[in-house]
Nanobody
Framework: VQLQASGGGLVQAGDSLRLSCAAS????????MGWYRQAPGKQRELVAA???????NYADSVKGRVTISRDNAKNTVYLQMNTLKPEDTADYYC??????????????WGQGTQVTVSS
């Protein structure tokens, strides 16, 4: 199972970005999907997560500015980020709990996409 993230970039404070992450491989189903971020010198933290049923949870720091969604038919998770702040600058990683075709449960990570917000 592989996760391919895209959509990062350099933006100004107040701008928006949409991150995408597509899962591929021998997938039977995907349970929870999420986005994490890691700023330089800091620990990786959860930004947002979404279950297969559509329930979501967000970090307090992004509530009201960020929306996570998924397209189950495309095995893809999205992160719409609005009103970006310099403190949102980080490498963003997607994560998925995947049931592989042969039955095993895998915790898969994408390669990371960099988001830089200038003031």
């Amino acid at each position: 199972v592989q996760l391919q993230a895209s959509g990062g970039g350099l933006v100004q404070a107040g701008d928006s970005l949409r991150l995408s992450c597509a899962a591929s491989g021998s997938i039977f189903s995907i349970n929870r999907m999420g986005w994490y971020r890691q700023a330089p010198g800091k620990q990786r933290e959860l930004v947002a997560a979404i279950t297969s049923g559509g329930s979501t949870n967000y970090a307090d720091s992004v509530k009201g500015r960020v929306t996570i969604s998924r397209d189950n038919a495309k095995n893809t998770v999205y992160l719409q980020m609005n009103t970006l702040k310099p403190e949102d600058t980080a490498d963003y990683y997607c994560n998925a709990e995947v049931r592989a075709s042969w039955g095993s449960l895998e915790n898969a990570w994408g390669q990371g996409t960099q988001v830089t917000v200038s003031s």
